[in-house]
């Protein structure tokens, strides 16, 4: 095929929707932001172009305060409430009609035949196009007007220089201040579409994670968010505090002091590297073959079982951990970290006593299940209600 047709999923969609929602509160937050500026410069250029045609009528007066008052018109209506964005097709509206007043303002400045005016007004004529390109912040418009704006202002100013006084430092200043200020102009256009991108992907990333919590509290004994560039402990840190009965806090510390030797944290790093790697791997494969719950035959989360330092000795914990999603290509560098108390270890300080027995008869059998407490039943199957919990957070 010579052209494949790109099919966007559902999810894309939405992306795409949440994105287009907030690109337009950014731009009507700084139209009302920059509309309590803008509206005192309009009324200022208002007067000014005013007084020049009073003084001196003519069409090129007439254009030059035609520009100014229609712009201070808008601004009035905007800041008055008579006009209101709420969608983006009234944004797009409202933009059609400020390139227009702003396309009547540059072609007025480019019949000026006073070169002294001619500089104040592309002076003006820059810093209204500046405010106009941060509160639209799109590029594919703003960039091809201003180029045709400086097109006209530069054959202008050569023009009333005369072309056999011009030299090359005028010709590279005129052109150069021209591609500096467009190119700075689409710099920031840039940053600010960025910065709502990393902040709608770090809003996705937040809230998956706190589902993420949310369910692995319900079958495990706790829940840690760790960082793997240094091992230092994110966030909260009270589960894991309760675990080990640990007075002092540990958020912000060091996850491999807690490990009781060298090999230890040797294998928990190895751990941590594997699953990183094999979770890389899961999401580059396209053709794995789906399991019967819907994910891959890979996707069974992957435990180690490690002892930390506690407050009264060793405290046996399985650990299972996931990838949290993140904003660059490479991935996030965070990891959560799924905490489960050794079911061996509970059994062993709970106490047994031989009074608490029932009778052994044959209408009271001994089993020993039925003499242990209903805590140590349950964290017999913590593994498979953790695996079965990861199956389910694997497959959303």
Known sequence: RARAEVKLSQRQLDQKLRFDEEVLRTRVRMLTMFNKLMIHFSLAVTLATFWKLINSPSLMSFFQFLGPILGYSLDAAFHSGLVKIKTNEQFRMLEVVGLSIQVIFALSIGMETDFKTFCVSEKISGVLFFFMSVTIIDSKVTLPLYILEAIVHIARSWQLIGFDHLTPQIVYSSLASHIIFAATLAFIDQIIMSNIAAKLDSGDASSLMRGFRQVLRGVCDGDLVLDSRDWSIVEDASCLERLLKCNKALSET??????????SRENFV???????????????????TPSRHGTTASSVPRGLRVSLQGATGPVSLDLFCTRLPGQGPAGSDQCLLALKEDPEQVLAAVPVSADASPPVGPHHPQHAEDRLPRSVGRSRSSISEVVEAYDELVEV
């Open 254 to 263: 060091n996850f491999l002091d807690l490990f009781l030797d060298v090999e």
């Open 270 to 288: 190895h751990f941590l590297s594997s699953d990183v790697a094999e979770s890389s791997e899961e999401g580059n494969d396209e053709d794995s």
